[in-house]
């Protein structure tokens, strides 16, 4: 039977860790990859027989491939620390991983809950994020610090799971907010190199508005589709505008000194 290592990445996310560590006691290994977490996470997870690996934090990208590289088996299996998988995903990924006819890596679909309901559309279903079943060797991970891509290598199979796992992104509002301006900033250094105005973040945060809200069903999702429009909006304008920031430069920073201007 091929062994399957589940790796877990995580900072900061003691209230998460457990749940998503029990859903995948199945597997014959998990690897917490933390980035010095200061609240309990590393602790509890390894309490929790997992074996806790410390990675400094430079992208999501490099964050995944060193994950890869900390797991020991054959297959694996990657969850997020606010992701769970269901008993049936696991079963699945057993029967996948034994079949003769295997495939080098798999899709797995995602039910993310928002608001107390399941969102069904705004793009949240089945949100395939990069593959999270893979032979170990069969795929790596761009260097992106966020909304990393990922790359097969040549000559490998890539197929879709049936069975979800559950995704819950954010205990409530706050963190909402606080995920918007992480990933804003983060993102920002990947479309610095654009040609950006005030005009062009408009313009992109209302596109990832109607995106969401009408092309992509959100308002079937009641008032959380409308929310996370919402959020996507903000999100996007965010990021267009703290890439110009970072365009500009001194010319946006403060002066160190107040200075009177004979208008004044």
Known sequence: MPLISVYIIAYNEAEKVRAAIESVRWADEIVVVDSWSTDDTAELATQLGARVVQVEFKGFGDLRNQAIEACTHPWIFSLDADERCTPEAAAEIRALTQAPNALDAYHTPRRNFFMGRWIKHSGWYPNYRQPQLF????????????????????????????????????????????????????????????????????????????????????????????????GNFEGTFYRYVKALELQQGDAWRSPSQPTLSRHD
């Open 135 to 230: 032979r170990k060797g069969a795929m790596h991970y761009d260097q992106k610090p966020v909304h990393e891509g990922y790359l097969l290598e040549p000559g490998k199979s890539l197929g879709h799971m049936q069975q979800a796992i559950w995704q819950f992104p954010f205990k409530n509002m706050a963190e909402v907010m606080h995920k918007a301006n992480r990933y804003s900033s983060l993102g920002a250094e990947k479309i610095k190199h654009k040609r950006i105005t005030m005009l062009s973040a408009l313009l992109h945060a209302k596109w990832a508005f109607w995106k969401h809200y009408l092309f992509k069903l959100g308002f079937l999702d009641g008032w959380a589709g409308f929310v996370i429009a919402v």
